[in-house]
């Protein structure tokens, strides 16, 4: 462990004010200060500003000089004027600082007085922590996650920080989490600090920076040797590259979740090293990130699992009003909504099972808020416009497929991908209808009722699409282009593509209309699975997955994962094994952007 180094802010400003003596006399009468008292006092690197309030009883002040006579120097203003402005020095220990002033008349008389400021040292100068201080008591399976026992009066700190040092030409930023101390493990004189994101078989260099009750700080540089990562499936530890970021095209994003089925959830930079990967191997295909938290759908439990290797996993909550749905089971994404988490189900309704087709949103404890029954929703809707929905909406059958939700703010509304027909979206209080998108050659544009809501493009429509999300107000998707699989005999499956790729739709809810704003297609062709998000940030960049190329032909089936800008530029590419079953090793993909500034608050 080596290294450290002292910063302090401190903001603080104190008025003292000389009180004024008087006298009286026929003969030139000095000028006169009666100090309140001698000694004053402040925190290092504060400010304070001292008023003389001289007088001259027979005559008037006409000049004042104020001066250091001992200590570490202070940096003085105005010193020629009665309203002294004092920033105090950074001291490595208390320390006591002497000056005087000195005020003259009119007629020459001089008067001084000396007086000392007792200047404070940081908490941080007083409590220096050392490396003999900090022991690492790594009892996780993770070769990527670590524990840090730090011998210190918690009570004296605020907050801890740890930040991976990147390798030497990476472009990925550095690993950063705060934590504020009360989400610490503490005891009277010890603090335990998970250390994640390490790179594996590494000599990792971390900086602590440790914060006082006083804002003063002091990093500290340690060194967390890590051991080999080892995948028994050789898929995650066995990277191809096919295409390096370069600095002068940075990605806006340096992480990113790949949602796997075997190993739980696994974080990549777009350096392409693996960056975290849980003690525990579960399935977390349908899963998200968030503010620290993963959060995944397993049967009819709900997930969370922190980064520091914390998992609990319970029961989703099913309050009455939602108790109509029985044998519960999850399936495809964990997606953001309005206030919680957007889950899709399948599940018994009068003993009829409802697959693919009904969508939950819970808290973030796994809670039922709220909820649609997609097929519930067109039966009313068909039936009013005077169609006959038993065609369309098979229950039984695998008819709609939901694979992927996101909520739209700006119009308080919900789009539901329906991978079997269309992308639909809906009012998220009333559920009503507003439209829908998708390939016109299909079984459901027979259905009049389902013509009238269905948008006019002249482009490609969605097909097959996955992965919904809003971009500054329009719809992004991964757009397969594989026709329907589960429609009726002897009705249309509709159109398959040459290749997959990402598409940016603006919607014209007025006219019902829907243009292609961006495409991105590389040629390259994944059927099923797959995804399309974009960077958080307002030029943010593109992740795209190709999650199952090579299913159907009998070639090595794998993972394409590529980064990719507004310009359509390729940022990197990045190659990784995909065995059986499909879609296991990330069916889906998301740019993560808080890994390099993360507050655990």
């Not at 801890?160 to 472009?171: D, E, L």
């Not at 309050?319 to 018994?348: M, R, W």
Request: proline residues 4%.
């Amino acid at each position: 462990m080596t290294g450290r180094s002292t910063h302090k802010n401190f903001i603080g400003f104190i008025v003292i004010s000389f009180l004024v003596g008087c006298g009286s006399g026929s003969k030139n009468i000095p000028p006169e200060i009666a100090l309140r008292s001698v000694a004053f006092e402040g925190a290092e690197l504060s400010q304070i500003a001292i008023k003389s309030n001289a007088i001259d009883l027979d005559g008037s002040i006409v000049s004042h000089n104020w001066v250091q006579i001992s200590g570490s120097p202070a940096i003085l203003e105005n010193v020629n004027s009665n309203l002294l402005t004092m920033t105090l020095p950074d001291v490595a220990s208390d320390e006591t600082l002497n000056f005087s002033v000195s005020v003259t008349d009119n007629d020459g008389a001089i008067s001084s007085q000396d007086f000392s400021v007792f200047v404070r040292s940081s908490l941080a100068d007083n409590n220096q922590i050392s490396p003999v201080q900090i022991v690492e008591e790594d009892s996780n399976l993770s070769v990527f996650i670590s524990s840090l026992n730090i011998e210190v009066d918690p009570k004296i700190l605020s907050r801890i920080s740890f930040k991976v040092t990147p390798k030497v030409n990476s472009v990925s930023e550095a690993f950063k989490v705060t934590y504020e101390i009360s989400k610490l493990t503490i005891t009277d004189m010890s603090v335990t600090l998970p250390v994640y994101g390490l790179f594996s078989n590494y000599d990792n260099s971390v900086e602590l920076s440790f914060t006082f009750t006083d804002n003063s700080s002091q990093n500290l540089l340690i060194e967390i040797p890590t051991g080999v990562f080892e995948d028994l499936r050789n898929v995650y530890n066995n990277l191809q590259v096919v295409k390096s970021p370069e600095n002068a095209y940075k990605p806006t994003f340096s992480y990113l979740l790949l949602k796997s089925a075997v190993r739980g959830p696994v974080i990549m930079d777009v350096d392409g090293n693996i960056r975290w990967v849980s003690g525990e191997d579960y399935d977390s295909s349908n899963s998200t990130y968030l503010d620290g938290t993963f959060y995944t759908t397993l049967g009819s439990d709900f997930i969370k699992h922190t980064l520091d290797d914390i998992k609990s996993q319970n029961p989703m909550n099913q309050p009455p009003e939602f108790s109509e749905f029985t044998g519960v089971s999850t399936h495809h994404n964990v997606d953001k909504g309005k206030s919680g988490l957007l889950v899709q189900i399948t599940a018994y309704k009068n003993e009829v099972k409802r697959i693919e087709s009904v969508l939950w949103e819970t808290d973030l404890f796994g809670n039922i808020i709220k909820e649609w029954d997609i097929g519930k929703i067109l039966e009313s809707y068909m039936i009013g416009q005077g169609d006959d929905p038993a065609g369309f909406v098979r229950h039984g059958f695998d008819w709609c497929h939901t694979n992927s939700a996101t909520y739209q703010e700006s119009d308080d509304s919900l789009l539901v991908s329906c991978r079997e027909s269309f992308v639909i979206k809906l009012d998220y209080e009333s559920s009503e209808i507003q439209w829908v998108l998708g390939d016109e050659t299909k079984y459901w544009y027979t259905f009049p009722s389902l013509r009238k809501l269905s948008l006019v493009s002249l482009d490609t429509k969605p097909i097959g699409q996955h992965s919904l999300s809003i971009v500054n107000g329009e719809l992004l998707l991964f757009n397969n282009g594989f026709f329907s699989l589960q429609q009726p005999d002897g009705v249309s499956k509709g159109l398959s593509l040459d290749s997959s790729r990402g598409a940016r739709y603006s919607i014209n809810a007025q006219n019902k209309s829907a243009e292609l704003k961006w495409e991105y297609d590389p040629g390259l062709y994944s059927d099923v699975c797959s995804s399309i998000y974009k960077d958080s940030s307002v030029a943010g960049d593109y992740l795209v997955n190709f999650a199952a190329i090579n299913r159907t032909n009998g070639l090595t089936k794998k993972v394409i994962l590529q980064g990719v800008n507004e310009n359509k530029e390729l940022l990197f590419e990045y190659h990784l094994l995909s065995p059986e079953p499909p879609c296991i090793t990330a069916w889906n993909a998301e740019p993560i952007s808080d890994f390099t500034n993360l507050i655990i608050q």
